[in-house]
């Protein structure tokens, strides 16, 4: 499992971050990184910058670990109030610029929203999203009208453990717990 900590857009972009806010007076800003690890983002040449409703295409000209954080030069933005200009700014890319992945890989932007049944046929609702609070990922699965109950549950996120099945095709996810869990 590729744990790629990307945030659901829309059919054709993901966010993999954040420019936070402007970091010295040469036009570097600070950026919060959804992928894991977290430099991965730093992979990419080109971002597409969305602020408000309007993306633009923005050129990495360098980027390095900064503490517990990273900073990016972005070509175009050369001094402080450039970069306070795109502060707060997400970082998109096309899912086709994506790596692709093996058959037992998958984003968690793939994952967010397959209808989750326990392996008995019992619908729990649909996963709603994901985080990484340490030892393993964990799904946040909120019950739908359809589902047993409307509550949220936290399942631990481990293939071959937990997880029983994902189809990706059919929207569907198939956990080895019941609706006590």
């Known amino acids: 499992m590729t744990r790629f900590n990307t945030s659901h857009t829309d059919d054709t972009h993901v966010v993999l971050g954040k420019l936070t806010s402007p970091h010295g007076i040469k036009g570097w800003l600070k950026v919060y990184s959804y992928t894991n690890p977290m430099d991965s983002i730093l992979e990419y040449p080109e971002w597409w910058v969305r602020q408000r409703e309007n993306l633009t295409r923005m050129n990495v000209v360098q980027g390095s670990r900064q503490g ?45 929203g397959l209808t989750v049944f326990t392996q008995s046929g019992e619908r729990l609702g649909q996963v709603s999203y994901l985080f990484e609070p340490g030892a393993n990922d964990v799904m946040v699965v909120r019950g739908d009208n359809d589902a047993i109950d409307k509550r949220e549950r936290l399942l631990p996120f481990l293939p071959d453990d937990v997880i029983v099945e ?16």
């Open 166 to 181: 994902i189809s990706l095709e059919y929207g569907r996810m198939v956990v080895d717990c019941g609706p006590e869990f």
């Open 68 to 112: 517990k954080g990273l900073v990016v030069q972005l070509k175009g933005v050369g001094d402080r109030t450039a970069a306070e200009a795109v502060a707060q700014a997400d970082i998109l890319m096309p899912k086709e610029a994506l790596p692709e992945l093996s058959d037992d890989e998958y984003y968690w932007h793939e994952l967010e």
